[in-house]
């Protein structure tokens, strides 16, 4: 190669490298942009500690008239509410479109998590801590964590969502039916209390009928309860009598023998004989 | 031991951190302190409702890049904590790890006579690796250890007599899972197979002075004592399962999507126990000196479920979602136990020998339920919205008792079918920052199963909000579920009713004010018959609950401050007041540290039983590291 093809190209090449450099880049103006390194939506394009421009079009569109303009705030796309989550957010999160939580006015994508700003102590970009940021909405459920027996929601790892899926697990065709909750099963598909209680998974041989036929909530309020055990009633002869009592219709439930005398202390508490209200191996009436 | 899987995560996160170029610094948030508590009164009520305990606590640690999310939150001092790492490097991997660790504990001075306590710990650990080398293939590959273990105290029936004993607890459950999630054009899914082991180890023996039992009465004349006791109970539980999803676009306005659930858990348990002292029993009508049990059982749960949902999008604002589901269940358990009553005479002190009962029984439930469910959701029309859905329910259950189960004849067994059928119907208009709903949830059933089944049920709900930006967000719900059941012999009637209304101020952006006010009503009733005399009375549950929430929070340039007041009071079956404070300060010292201190109390106060008060404060003093 001949000395001034080389210096030829070298120029060339510096005019490019200049050209390049003197695009503007989003972060020059907007902290944000800066910022995003660390957001999963830059995740793979990150170049040298720098988020390129593409990262931020992808959501906000085209800005070569907004950066023309000066910063015209009207040249450029803000994703907000229903409109901003169905032609952004759900371009590629196709599979949360549907559920309970499905886009509306109401509810949407951008209601809960939020993309530059979202909490930073809690993970997949949600506004809030998930206590606050779902009781906005589920206020019962949430005052109920005020009640002195109940979940520790947000101390300590256990949050609404160790429970419940926001999104209904539509994408897998699970319990998102419109009518049935959002609870978030296990892998094996049973109800989310016991992925932790899991010694009360069984099976039994002598198992409880109502756990059964009915769920862990025939006995247990799960947000909370002013009764011990989270009990749906505030003694335990209450919750077990209730059941027990098949005066005349053909209930599953059997009659206790003559001898609990409910009016004495003994009797009262049922759990002091047969401790093994969950079901046992060892004893049919559930003695230990 | 205790923070192992923290360090391996922070292990982890360092190789991984390491072998990254980072030509900026890696943001982070760290908050670590110590935390002192003060508790006058019940301490074991303060540990049954709150047992935050002292000691060195990580309030939180956060760190992230865009392919690498550490968080840690309230490790150490208990109750509870849990860390968090997800990590990927596109095209290669996708992992993540979670741990979770919580003390669990219980000592009420009511229930169960206040004999049935515990002190115990789980931990949870579970990992997850999906490799991202193909695209429509994503095999991965998932542990899962789940441990509880701990002290407890418990009661045991023996011998006429409850007796308390000292118990330890062990069990452990691990899960290993593998499979692939599957992309082929519009057709989608995943296959997973797993095997999970639950074994279960508990130890009792009787508990320091508590020969004599609960009841001091002697039996038919002679008094019931326990000398010596230990029981030693063994539980092994394998359990394959499946797991099948498939979802596919049948054109660009329906979506279908099924997916099937199979598992198997087959499990076996021994138990052996030893008893010597002074008894009786009713059952075979003797008095003993001792007691030798051996029992073996094998009991199995099959379990499938399989579903079929389709969405049809009639237009961009109406959706059409069907889908039916069916669940079938399995039980079916046997029981050997040989129980050897030693040195035995009749009551009337005749015929000394060692006497053995053999109880071997069978039972088995079956359980199938179908569920079919469609709805209609009409997206905005202009600020309104709709969404109508009906569903109907078939639960069938058989269940067949082993005789030696039934004490009392009738309601232990037999066929079972319950029909509910539910329509929903709920609305919303959505104008400028004002938002009013209202749904209507109606469900009726053929038969009960349990008598707490209802017939009626109806639940209402109205929410308004207002919105105006930056200033002023105010709400109110008003929530009532009437259940009944009017069949003879149960006369179920059951209202639960709360009120809620809440406001959120931020006049200034520094400067955010919160209040709420919330009023519960619960009233329960049914009939019941008392098994002493056969009266038929009415079991009344009635709750009066009223709540209020204040607080304040300021965030300056280098400082801030929040402050919660709560007061929660209750009339009814339990009458009680809780009343929570809450108040934290952090101030940035010198560019990236800070100091915070926080401070909470509790007081919780029952009207008609004292013993269980207590008052709790807790005071923390934390260092930041935030960049």
């Known amino acids: 190669m001949k000395p001034y093809t080389f210096l030829l190209l070298l120029c060339l090449a510096l005019t490019v490298r200049a050209q390049e450099a003197a695009q503007p880049s989003c972060g020059d103006c907007h902290d944000e942009a800066k910022a995003f390194v660390t957001n999963p939506h830059a995740r793979g394009a990150v170049v040298k500690g720098v988020v390129p421009n593409d990262v931020c079009t992808t959501c906000h569109g085209d800005g070569a008239e907004h950066i023309e303009s000066g910063g015209d705030k009207t040249k450029i796309t803000v994703p907000r509410g229903l409109s901003g989550a169905n032609d952004t957010c759900l371009l590629c999160h196709e599979e949360t479109r549907g559920g309970m939580h499905a886009n509306t006015n109401q509810v949407n994508c951008l209601t809960c998590h939020s993309i530059h700003k979202s909490d930073p102590r809690s993970p997949h970009l949600v506004a809030k801590p998930q206590l606050a940021l779902c009781g906005t909405c589920h206020t019962q459920a949430a005052s109920m964590r005020n009640k002195p027996f109940a979940h520790r929601l947000d101390r300590g790892g256990m949050t609404c969502s160790t429970c419940h899926d926001p999104h209904g697990r539509r994408a897998k065709g699970e319990r998102s039916l419109a009518l049935l909750g959002h609870l978030r099963t296990t892998r094996a598909g049973e109800a989310p209390c016991v992925s932790c209680h899991t010694e009360k998974r069984g099976p039994f041989v002598f198992s409880h009928g109502g756990l059964e036929t009915g769920e862990c909530t025939t006995c247990h309020e799960t947000h909370g309860s002013s009764n011990p055990k989270q009990l749906v009633r505030a003694t335990v002869q209450q919750v077990c009598i209730e059941c027990h009592s098949p005066i005349a219709a053909a209930t599953l439930g059997s009659q206790p023998p003559s001898f609990h005398n409910l009016s004495l202390p003994r009797y009262q508490n049922c759990t002091t004989c047969h401790v093994a209200v969950h079901g046992s191996n060892r004893d049919p009436q559930l003695l230990k | ?627």
Not at chain 2, 181 to 199: A, D, H
Not at chain 2, 426 to 443: E, N, W
């Open chain 2, 1 to 627: 031991m205790r923070y192992r899987w923290l360090l391996l995560a922070l292990c982890l996160t360092a190789a991984h951190v390491s072998a990254q170029t980072m030509p900026i610094p890696m943001p982070i948030d760290i908050e670590i302190g110590y935390r002192w508590t003060d508790v006058s009164g019940n301490e074991n009520m303060y540990r049954t409702q709150i047992n935050e305990d002292e000691g060195l606590l990580i309030r939180a640690l956060t760190l992230a890049t865009s392919d690498l999310r550490l968080d840690v939150s309230d490790l150490g001092a208990g109750p509870a904590g849990a860390l968090r790492l997800e990590t990927r490097r596109d095209g290669w991997y996708r992992f993540n790890l979670r741990y979770r660790r919580a003390d669990a504990f219980s000592a009420l001075p009511a229930f169960a006579l206040g004999q049935h306590t515990f002190d115990r710990t789980r931990d949870l650990v579970d990992g997850e690796i999906e490799i991202l080398r193909w695209k429509a293939i994503k095999p991965f590959i998932g542990y899962t250890w789940n441990r509880y273990e701990g002290p407890g105290t418990t009661t045991w029936h023996v011998g006429q007599d409850e007796f308390l004993l000292s118990q330890d607890l062990r069990d452990t459950d691990r899960e290993l899972r593998a499979g692939a999630t599957f992309e082929f054009g519009s057709v989608s899914g995943q296959l997973t197979q797993g095997w999970r082991t639950f074994r279960g180890r508990e130890t009792l023996t009787l508990a320091p002075g508590a020969n004599n039992g609960n009841n001091s009465d002697p039996v038919l004349g002679r008094p019931i004592t326990v000398s010596a006791l230990t029981r030693d109970e063994r539980t092994d539980v394998d359990t394959p399962f499946t797991s099948f999803s498939i979802g596919g676009q049948a054109g660009s306005r329906v979506r279908v999507t099924g997916n099937f659930v199979r598992f198997a858990a087959d499990g076996d348990a021994t138990g052996a126990d030893d008893v010597t002292g002074s008894l009786a029993s009713f059952a075979i009508s003797r008095f003993f000196n001792g007691i030798a049990e051996e029992s073996a059982s094998r009991a199995k749960n099959t379990t499938w479920r399989i579903g079929v949902r389709g969405d049809i999008a009639f237009t961009d604002k109406v959706d059409l979602t069907a889908g039916y589901r069916r669940e079938h269940r399995e039980l079916d358990g046997s029981a050997l136990i040989r129980t050897l009553y030693l040195q035995s005479v009749t009551f009337g002190g005749a015929d000394p020998r060692d006497f053995e009962v053999v109880l071997r029984a069978e039972n088995a439930l079956r359980r199938d339920e179908d569920v079919l469910d469609a709805a209609l959701l009409v997206r905005p029309v202009g600020p309104l919205a709709l969404r109508a859905g009906i569903s109907q329910s078939n639960l069938d259950v058989n269940v067949a008792p082993d005789l030696a189960e039934i004490v009392v004849d009738g309601g232990q067994g037999g066929a079972f079918d319950r029909r509910v059928r539910t329509f929903l119907l709920d609305g919303s208009y959505s104008l400028g920052g004002f938002t009013l709903g209202a749904s209507l949830q109606s469900s009726g059933a053929n038969d009960p199963i349990l008598r707490t089944d209802f017939l009626e049920r109806d639940r209402y709900r109205v929410r308004a909000s207002w919105k105006a930006p930056k200033f002023v967000r105010l709400g109110f719900v008003a929530d009532e579920t009437q259940q009944s059941n009017d069949r003879p012999g149960i006369g179920y009637d059951s209202t639960l009713r709360q009120y809620t209304g809440d406001v959120v101020l931020t006049p200034v952006e520094q400067v955010s004010l919160h209040a709420s006010a919330s009023r519960f009503h619960a009233d329960s009733t049914i009939l019941f018959r008392h098994p002493e005399n056969f009266r038929i009375d009415e079991s009344i549950h009635v709750e009066r609950g009223k709540s209020l929430e204040g607080g304040v929070a300021v965030t300056w340039p280098r400082a801030s401050f929040e402050g919660d007041l709560t007061h929660f009071e209750n009339e009814g079956a339990i009458p009680f007041k809780l009343d929570r404070s809450r108040a934290r300060v952090t101030v940035q010292v010198h560019g990236t540290f800070g100091i915070g201190a926080e401070w909470a109390r509790d007081k919780y106060t029952e009207s008609a039983f004292a013993v269980a008060d207590y008052e709790a404060s807790r005071y923390g003093v934390f260092l930041l590291l935030r960049r």
